[in-house]
């Protein structure tokens, strides 16, 4: 059944910076929708090493976990050792460090997608700039945007875009056209269906 | 015990290449051993080269440096009888003429052939029998811009007073009358005979005499010029762990692996090119550089300061010299002490000549190839090998 907004799943997401508080914040209730299919998720701002050893508890409340690192070593740490579903890196706002092939390609590797979100852009001009150059950085870097998923990270309903102009604005950053429609649809089933299997699956030797 | 890793040259524009079987790297096989770079940097960590400088500085290589002139002086000199005779029909030299290829006029005359690259009325005007080059013609307008005039002096067909000599020299005096800048060497093994002061006894062989134009302009010795630079931000050498330049299969990780390494190959260059900046390293690779990253996010990864010493020499090196060179510094530090040893890195740049019309094996180059025939090489510290970067494409055959 095709949904009215285009979107079959939508995430609702809970942003958590700083210290991380000894009672984890609940997720939201969510209403059961016939079409849609609601799932929760966090993203959780790095700015010191501290807080790590509570992502295990912070997924396990959430559907996607999704880390936001604000310096270098931090995403080279998100990158290569710490559990998550995503990196998503704040976009609307100048990036004090350069992406590397290197660090990227690391967590393409062990699964991880990057996402990029567009929703700051729709209002403020220099948001929108700042988006164009930090994408365009990000789909060199990941040699032809694999791994890269897109997303709004909608306030309102206004900042929200149907799929087919999402796409369209991701090959205006520089995506082909099959990796944009894969960066809106295939991938991000793909990071749903992982976050899944991570908390419910087991991997056993038998 | 093998040096490690022959590392196989790609198609991509810099890229390391070919350790020969012998053992010496060289990215020039035997053709290219005839050619001549302006310039050679061999930088190494300071602590290094005052550890061995005494021993470098007479090197067999350093001891006998090879000499050039620069002559100033109008193409026909090279047909008068005493230049003829002893250079073009009997020696070996190599002549460059200064000037912009494919913009000004260029003559080179290496291995007998003399070659001359010239606009389109000066071609007319000189009546020589030539083709249009292949590179810096255009369609159109620009069709018939540059002639490449190629002939060979060496052949029965150019004797003094011979019909194509004096076609040739008539050109010159009509044509080619501007004194021009020349680079001269003189390849010949008998080449210390011909410049030895009259007082020596004479030899079995008379030594011919040298040309009047050679007196005039005295022979130049290439001398290494000495500096170091202290403070310097320095890289480890090393690649990153697990990666690798080839191989390891057709996965994901594989490729991501051989990626990495080509990265930091290319990142090895570019601090390389940083550091030999023409007057002294970059500002960036300083150790106490802090610039706003609004302006550059350049880094040098796992670095550690150090100082580094250059020495440079220039003027017209031949390639074979270039190699032997190499091959005393490599003797020199594997005669390091075991400690020693393990640090030691050495790297050479050798500079090549934008402006040659024809590159050393005789194929054409055109201007926009800007590098000539230059290559670096690195010798990676702890038992490394040898990495070289040559640079393949451009605007030659």
């Known amino acids: ?29 969510l209403p059961t929708h016939n079409s849609l299919k609601l799932l929760t998720r966090c993203t959780l701002v790095l700015t010191d090493h501290s807080q790590n050893h509570r992502l295990t508890a912070l997924s396990d ?14 995403l080279l740490q998100a990158c290569s050792s710490l559990e998550c579903d995503l990196i998503s890196l704040d976009f609307s706002t100048r990036l004090p460090f350069p992406l590397k092939h290197k660090t990227v ?19 403020d001009v220099t948001a929108r700039r700042n988006l164009i150059q930090n994408a365009a950085e990000l789909i060199r870097v990941t040699r032809g945007g694999r791994g890269v998923i897109l997303s709004s990270e909608a306030r309102q309903v206004l900042a929200l875009r149907a799929p087919e102009d999402v796409i369209n604005l991701a090959v205006l950053w520089g995506l082909s056209s099959e990796k944009a429609r894969d960066a809106v649809s295939g991938r991000c089933r793909v990071v749903v269906r992982q976050a899944e299997m991570r908390r419910k699956a087991y991997k056993g030797v038998v | 015990m093998l040096r490690d890793a022959r590392k196989t040259s790609g198609k991509e524009e810099a890229t390391p290449q070919h350790l020969q079987p012998s053992g010496t790297p060289s990215p020039i096989d035997n053709d290219w051993l005839f050619n001549y770079n302006p310039q050679v940097d061999l930088i190494l960590p300071t602590g290094i080269h005052d550890i061995i400088s005494q021993s470098l500085l007479s090197c067999p290589s350093l001891v006998a440096p090879p000499s050039y002139h620069r002559l100033v002086m109008p193409l026909s000199t090279i047909l008068e009888p005493s230049f003829f005779n002893t250079f073009i029909k009997s020696g070996n030299i190599l002549l460059l003429s200064h000037g912009r290829l494919d913009v000004e006029n260029s003559f080179c005359l290496s291995d007998g052939v003399l070659r001359m690259s010239l606009d389109t009325e000066t071609y007319e005007r000189a009546g020589l029998q030539g083709k249009p080059s292949k590179f810096g013609n255009g369609p159109g307008l620009m069709k018939r811009r540059r002639f490449l005039v190629e002939l060979n002096l060496r052949s029965t067909s150019y004797l003094t007073g011979s019909k194509s000599f004096n076609r040739l020299k008539r050109a010159c005096d009509t044509v080619f009358q501007k004194p021009q800048v020349f680079l001269f060497a003189d390849l010949s093994p008998s080449n210390c005979a011909a410049l030895d002061p009259p007082a020596t006894p004479p030899s079995a062989v008379a030594a011919p005499a040298t040309p009047e134009i050679l007196n005039q302009f005295p022979a130049r ?48 260059y570019e601090y390389l090119s940083l550091l030999l900046l023409p007057s002294r390293p970059a500002d960036r690779i300083k150790a106490a550089d802090s610039v706003d990253t609004y302006l550059s996010t350049y880094a040098v990864d796992d670095a550690h300061t150090d100082s580094i010493t250059r020495i ?28 020693k040893a393990k640090m030691a890195w050495a790297g050479m740049v050798v500079h090549g000549f934008d402006d040659v019309p024809v590159g050393p094996t005789g194929k054409e180059r055109g201007s926009l190839e800007r590098c000539g025939s230059a ?3 690195l010798k990676l510290p702890e038992e490394g090998a040898v990495m070289v970067w040559d640079l393949a494409g451009g605007q030659s055959e």
């Not at chain 1, 059944?1 to 209730?29: C, D, M």
């Not at chain 2, 010795?221 to 697990?242: E, G, M, R």
């Not at chain 2, 220039?314 to 091959?327: D, H, I, M, Q, T």
């Open chain 2, 221 to 268: 010795t290439i001398t290494p010029q000495i500096d170091s630079f202290s403070d310097v931000l320095v890289p480890s050498f090393k690649a990153p762990p697990n990666s690798r330049p080839h191989g390891g299969g057709k996965s994901e990780e594989a490729n991501y692996h051989r990626e990495v390494w080509r990265d930091w190959a290319m990142e090895i």
């Open chain 1, 1 to 29: 059944t095709k949904s009215p907004v285009g979107y079959t799943t939508v995430a609702f997401t809970t942003i958590i910076s700083g210290k991380l508080p000894s009672q984890l914040p609940p997720p939201p209730v």
């Open chain 2, 375 to 377: 290559y670096t090489m």
């Open chain 2, 312 to 339: 440079r020499l220039s003027g017209l090196v031949p390639a074979r010299w270039v190699n032997e060179f190499w091959g005393n510094l490599e003797g020199l530090l594997e005669g390091l002490p075991e400690d």
């Open chain 1, 105 to 123: 390609g690391a967590a393409l590797l062990r699964g991880i997608s990057i996402e990029i979100c567009y929703s700051a852009s729709i209002t």
């Open chain 1, 61 to 74: 409340l959430y559907s996607i976990l999704a880390l936001r690192p604000t310096s270098e070593k931090l």
